[in-house]
């Protein structure tokens, strides 16, 4: 298994500031994951980040607005850049241990943008 | 596109009653499917998955599902369920590249109220 921890738990922030996600991990691990959970809708995977590369982003999203960064092999950060009320939602880290096995994630930043 | 449907939004059930909960998926390919569990606050956590083999898995907590290739179907079901089943269930289906099973497609979630 792995324990993923995110900070901050929640926050609250104003439109165009921007918020950065930390996430840990207690083992090293190849690939991480970033999710958007917005109000009502499915988990949506943002992009994946790999050590020592760029990360690679999904269809609408892009690194301007969600510039993610990954160290090392146990930890990664998620911006998420000039924000508005469309941003609110929750995010999460996961991550994948080996292949063929499942992915673990966070307990997930709560943001409100006001 | 590739995408996870569920059919239900929130289920009510009294402790005992049986459950299924629904889950499509829309992939021609090779796919492997997954069922997420989040208890109320907090992180998701695995439930059951499905590789390859037997068709029918059975995961923790006396849940199980059933992979219908014909279908396209991956429903979860328990036979009895408890007050302590509360919380919001995914299907998952990964993307089928790479080898990776972080790469997952949700489904929009199906909140499950037990009443005891």
């Known amino acids: 298994s792995a324990v993923i921890s995110q900070k901050p738990s929640r926050d609250i922030c104003q439109r165009g500031t921007s918020l950065t996600i930390q996430c840990q991990v207690d083992?090293?691990?190849?690939?991480m994951f970033w999710y958007r959970q917005q109000p009502g809708q499915s988990l949506t995977l943002i992009a994946t980040?790999?050590?020592?590369?760029?990360?690679?982003?999904e269809s609408g999203f892009v690194i301007d607005k969600f510039p993610i960064s990954r160290p090392n092999l146990t930890f990664s950060t998620l911006t998420v850049s000039n924000m508005s009320p469309e941003d609110s939602s929750i995010y999460l880290c996961?991550?994948?241990?080996?292949?063929?096995?499942?992915?673990?994630f966070g307990q997930g930043t709560r943001l409100t943008v006001v | 596109a590739q995408s996870v449907s569920q059919h239900n939004h929130h289920v009510i059930l009294s402790e005992a009653a049986s459950l299924e909960l629904g889950c499509n998926y829309s992939?021609?390919?090779?796919?492997?499917l997954f069922w997420y569990v989040q208890y109320p606050g907090q992180h998701l956590q695995l439930l059951l998955k499905?590789?390859?083999?037997?068709?029918l898995v059975k995961g923790i907590k006396g849940f199980e599902a059933e992979f219908i290739k014909s279908k396209f179907s991956f429903n979860l079901r328990k036979p009895s369920v408890q007050w302590s089943d509360t919380a919001e269930y995914f299907c998952?289906?990964?993307?089928?590249?790479?080898?990776?099973?972080?790469?997952?497609?949700f489904g929009k979630g199906t909140k499950l109220s037990v009443k005891p």
């Open positions: 996961s991550v994948d241990k080996n292949l063929n096995t499942e992915a673990f």
């Open positions: 083992s090293q691990v190849t690939m």
């Open positions: 980040a790999n050590q020592g590369s760029e990360a690679t982003y």
């Open positions: 992939y021609g390919g090779t796919v492997n």
């Open positions: 499905y590789f390859s083999g037997d068709p």
């Open positions: 998952a289906v990964n993307r089928g590249y790479g080898g990776s099973q972080g790469n997952l497609i």
